[in-house]
Nanobody, 125 residues
Framework: QVRLVESGGGLVQAGGSLRLSCAASGRTVSSYTMGWFRQAPGKEREFVAAINSSGGSTYYADSVKGRFTISRDNAKNTVYLQMNSLKPEDTAVYYC??????????????????WGQGTQVTVSS
């Protein structure tokens, strides 16, 4: 069993930056695909970014492309989401997820095996 714990969320002004972290425990996730999704109030959860097991392939939602960067440190069993030029519409709960299949991004959220509890990101205008 894999446990994922997100951190780094908070309140930031528009144009600011945050870095989210997702620490995995229970087993190593170095062979897993890792992803980030988000859910804004009253909306469905949506894809943000994904990274394959080696870190050599990444994929982003159009809405965050050029502003967000997903990365991973397999030695630390941790995945990151660097968020720059934040906008009020980025306000959401951000969820980290892991899929035992380490390739084939992007993939629908139903294919991810493990999910964190989420961290709130609020961007004020």
């Amino acid at each position: 069993q894999v446990r994922l714990v997100e951190s780094g969320g908070g309140l930031v002004q528009a144009g600011g930056s945050l870095r989210l972290s997702c620490a995995a425990s229970g087993r190593t996730v170095s062979s897993y695909t890792m992803g980030w999704f988000r859910q804004a109030p009253g909306k469905e959860r949506e894809f943000v970014a994904a990274i394959n097991s080696s870190g050599g392939s990444t994929y982003y939602a159009d809405s965050v492309k050029g502003r967000f960067t997903i990365s991973r440190d397999n030695a630390k069993n941790t995945v990151y989401l660097q968020m720059n030029s934040l906008k009020p519409e980025d306000t959401a709960v951000y969820y980290c997820c892991a899929d035992r299949v380490g390739w084939g991004i992007p993939k629908p959220q139903a294919l991810y095996d493990y999910w964190g509890q989420g961290t709130q990101v609020t961007v004020s205008s």
